[in-house]
């Protein structure tokens, strides 16, 4: 059984930074992938950045330059810096991860509130 935990989530200023963390458990692997997805209030939930291996990346157009997802194998902790903060990038962070059997897992996610 695969449990993922979110945290780092807050109120922030537009332009101010953030850094989310997702602690993973369970029998998992540096390849298996891991993403942040978020779901912004009455919207469906959207990738945002995906990491698999070391350093494979990808991002979604809307936040290309501002975050940066990131993570410690040995820790099996995977991060995402958020700069540069909009109010549109607010809504509720989820982790994911896909495992070696194709099954994909979820943290309960952490709130991201930006200010205008």
């Known amino acids: 059984q695969v449990q993922l935990a979110e945290s780092g989530g807050g109120l922030v200023q537009a332009g101010g930074s953030l850094r989310l963390s997702c602690a993973a458990s369970g029998e998992i692997f540096s390849i298996n992938p891991m993403a942040w997805y978020r779901q912004a209030p009455g919207k469906q939930r959207e990738l945002v950045a995906g990491?698999?291996?070391?350093?494979?990346?990808n991002y979604a157009d809307s936040v290309k330059g501002r975050f940066s997802i990131s993570r410690d194998n040995a820790k099996n902790t995977v991060f995402l810096q958020m700069n540069s903060l909009k109010s549109e990038d607010t809504g509720v962070y989820y982790c994911?991860?896909?495992?070696?059997?194709?099954?994909?897992?979820w943290g309960k996610g952490t709130l991201v509130t930006v200010s205008s």
């Open positions: 990491i698999a291996g070391i350093s494979f990346t």
């Open positions: 994911n991860i896909v495992t070696q059997n194709g099954m994909a897992y």
